[in-house]
């Protein structure tokens, strides 16, 4: 048990500073409110209006966005292979070769399609 009195205490402490910075916001924060306040902010663009059911939005975005995290995961796996290297041996070095591999075909596969391009 006393391996987890740490980890405990990192949780009581993040809820602690959670907790704290939204009280202290709701008291140091600005009261009024105004029209550019209650308005919808999307990266300085001014928001058009929207047809009644929402419109459609362009599946491009969502995309992007997947493969950007699915390729980003991949990636991530790389970096404790690099600092263990030396300590795994031959194995793996094959094991890596077709990870990369696999990532390559579907870059391959996606950039064939088209996913890569930004219409």
Wanted: a neutral charge.
């Amino acid at each position: 048990m006393d391996l987890y009195i740490p980890l405990i205490a990192l949780g009581v402490l993040a809820f602690a500073f959670a907790a704290g910075s939204v009280v202290m916001a709701s008291f140091t924060g600005p009261k009024r409110w105004n029209r550019a306040r209650l308005d919808a902010y999307e990266c300085g663009i001014e928001p058009t209006p929207q047809p009644v059911g929402g419109g459609r939005f362009p599946i491009k975005y969502y995309l992007t966005a997947m493969l950007f995290i699915i390729f980003d995961i991949e990636i991530i796996f790389l970096y404790p292979w690099a600092v263990a290297f030396d300590r795994m041996g031959m194995f793996a070095l094959v094991e890596m070769v077709l990870f990369i591999a696999a990532v390559l075909v579907a870059y391959a596969y996606v950039w064939r399609r088209g996913g890569l391009e930004w219409d």
